[in-house]
């Protein structure tokens, strides 16, 4: 009854089903249902337009918080790797890519997630609020228009990014 549309990126094509496996390294770590009860997902990988990780959340039990999967295994997600966004009292709502970033909204907040990389630090991502007076809770309204993402909040018709 609750699931998350994988991307077309990651579609393998017409009639057949796709297995997204959570692994944990120990029985008290065991807590598939966390990625499973995620009700949004993306691909994205920073600077490249493939993707090159599934990025999960909205899972109510977690608010804020989204769940990243193995570089270049998209389907496999350890335990340890998440982050959250905005004020990690609400769900995160929807996605959108824009040029390399990607565009994280909660109920009240739009927040924006930048790939990072440093020869000393390595690569990491980065999550600033770049709106914490309105957010999207019209998950299905989010889309790009003309290179801008575009969204509907009850209050608003219209927002543009």
């Known amino acids: 009854e609750d699931a998350f549309v994988l991307p077309g990126e990651l579609y393998p094509g017409e009639n057949k089903l796709v297995s997204v496996h959570y692994f944990a390294t120990g029985k008290d770590f065991d807590k598939c249902g966390i990625i499973t009860d995620c009700?949004?997902?993306v691909v994205y990988g920073g600077n490249t337009s493939d993707g090159t990780m599934v990025i999960a959340a909205g899972n109510p039990d977690y608010p804020g918080r989204y769940f990243i999967s193995e570089l270049a295994?998209?389907?496999?997600?350890?335990?340890?790797?998440?982050?959250?966004?905005?004020?990690?009292?609400?769900?995160?709502?929807?996605?959108?890519k824009q040029?390399?970033?990607l565009i994280i909204f909660t109920e009240n907040t739009v927040n924006r997630m930048k790939y990072n990389y440093s020869s000393e630090t390595?690569?990491?991502?980065?999550?600033?609020?770049?709106n914490s007076d309105i957010g999207c809770d019209v998950s299905k309204s989010v889309a790009v228009v003309d290179n801008r993402t575009v969204f509907a909040n009850n209050f608003l018709i219209y927002c543009s990014i």
């Open 39 to 41: 009700k949004a997902a």
């Open 122 to 130: 390595g690569g990491y991502f980065s999550v600033h609020t770049i």
């Open 73 to 96: 295994d998209p389907l496999s997600f350890k335990e340890d790797s998440y982050g959250v966004a905005g004020n990690g009292n609400e769900d995160i709502t929807a996605f959108s």
């Open 99 to 101: 040029h390399s970033e």
